[in-house]
C-alpha cells in the first residue's frame, strides 16, 4: 500500500534520456566482466598488468584464468598474442584516449576481444567485440550482434548516496569517507543498475560534458606536451576521463592537495603484484598523473592546474 503523507522524499524524474542504447544495464563494471566471463567461459583472458585488483575479482569469482600482457609508454600491448580455442583477450581503453587502438583490436580478434572501458564512458559498442563501461554505480553491457543474454532484474540497493549529497552542498571533504565507504559496498554481482543510477543518468547533458572534457584536455595538452612523456594519441572521437601526464620523476600529490588539486593513483596495487619485470608499469604507477578535465571545471580551472604544477616542477 502506498504511504500518504509524511516527509517528502528526493524527488528524481525519468527523462528517458540515456547515452548508452543497450538493454544491459549493470550495477557496476565488475557486474559487467562478470556477465561477460560467465556467458562466454573462456579458458584463459590476457588481462593488462596495469589495471586494478577490482577488476580481476571478477576473474576469481568465475573461476577463469588469466594471464597478465606489457603495455609500453603510449598505453598500447607490446605484443598481441595468437589467440588458441577457448582464448580472450581484454584491452583497457585507458583514459578515453585509446579508441584508435581500441579499434584495430576489434578488427583483429573480433568477438574475442573484450573492451574495458570503465575509463571511456562515451565509448559505444560497435557489434562486433564485447564492452562494458562504468559510471561508478552503474555500467552498460555491450555484446557482439546475435548475442543474447539475461541479466537479474534484481535492483541493486546495496549503495550509498551520502556523498553525493554532501558534495552538492560543498561539504567535498567530510563526504569523501561515505564515498571511501560506498567503494568498499561493490561487488561483482550479476544483478542490473540501480533506479536510483538510471534516474540520475536520464538527466545529464551529455553533449555539453563531452564538449566541456575534450576542451579542458586541449588546454593541459598543449601546457604539458613538451614535458610529456605519454605520446598524443587523442582523436576527435575520444571523450577523455582525464589527461594522462606521464613525468619522468614523482610529483607530490601532497602540494597539488594544498592547492585544492586532487589527483589519485593508478593503481598502487601494481606496485606489489609481482616482485620481478613489469618495470613500465610500476613506473606509470609512480610517476603518472591523471590530471582531472571534466565537466565541472573551467578553462580557469585548467590554468589553476597549469600554473600550479609549473611551481612544483
Not at 53 to 63: G, I, K
Amino acid at each position: 500500500m502506498k504511504g500518504i503523507g509524511g516527509y517528502f522524499e528526493l524527488e528524481l524524474h525519468n527523462r528517458e534520456h540515456h547515452y548508452h542504447d543497450t538493454p544491459y544495464k549493470m550495477k557496476n563494471g565488475r557486474a559487467a566482466l562478470h556477465s561477460i566471463l560467465a556467458f562466454i567461459k573462456p579458458l584463459l583472458v590476457y588481462v593488462p598488468y596495469y589495471t586494478c585488483d577490482s577488476m580481476l575479482e571478477p576473474f576469481a569469482v568465475a573461476n577463469v584464468a588469466y594471464r597478465f600482457y606489457e603495455i609500453s609508454e603510449k598505453f598500447e600491448p607490446e605484443e598481441l598474442p595468437e589467440l588458441k580455442a577457448g582464448e580472450y583477450f581484454l584491452h583497457v581503453n585507458y583514459f578515453g584516449v585509446k579508441e584508435a587502438i581500441t579499434a584495430n583490436l576489434s578488427a583483429k580478434y573480433e568477438d574475442k576481444l573484450i573492451i574495458d572501458a570503465t575509463q571511456a564512458f562515451f565509448m559505444n559498442g560497435n557489434g562486433v567485440s564485447w564492452l562494458f563501461n562504468s559510471c561508478r554505480d552503474g555500467a552498460y553491457l555491450y555484446v557482439p550482434t546475435g548475442i543474447e543474454m539475461s541479466v537479474t532484474a534484481t535492483k541493486n540497493e546495496k549503495y550509498l548516496t551520502e556523498h553525493l549529497l554532501k558534495r552538492f552542498n560543498g561539504f567535498t571533504q567530510e563526504g569523501y569517507s561515505f564515498f571511501q565507504k560506498n567503494e568498499e559496498m561493490m561487488d561483482c554481482d550479476i544483478v542490473g543498475m540501480s533506479t536510483f543510477s538510471k534516474q540520475l543518468l536520464s538527466g545529464v547533458d551529455y553533449d555539453n560534458v563531452a564538449e566541456r572534457r575534450r576542451l579542458n584536455y586541449c588546454i593541459l595538452r598543449d601546457a604539458f606536451k613538451g614535458i610529456n612523456i605519454f605520446e598524443e594519441s587523442c582523436s576527435d572521437q575520444d571523450v577523455p576521463m582525464c589527461y594522462p601526464l606521464l613525468l619522468d620523476k614523482k610529483v607530490d600529490r601532497r602540494k597539488l592537495a594544498e592547492q585544492n588539486i586532487f589527483v589519485p593513483v593508478f593503481w598502487n596495487e601494481v606496485l606489489g603484484r609481482l616482485p620481478d619485470g613489469f618495470d613500465t608499469e610500476k613506473r606509470i604507477t609512480e610517476y603518472l598523473l591523471p590530471l582531472p578535465v571534466d565537466h565541472r571545471y573551467t578553462p580557469d580551472d585548467m590554468y589553476h592546474v597549469i600554473k600550479t604544477l609549473a611551481n612544483i616542477l
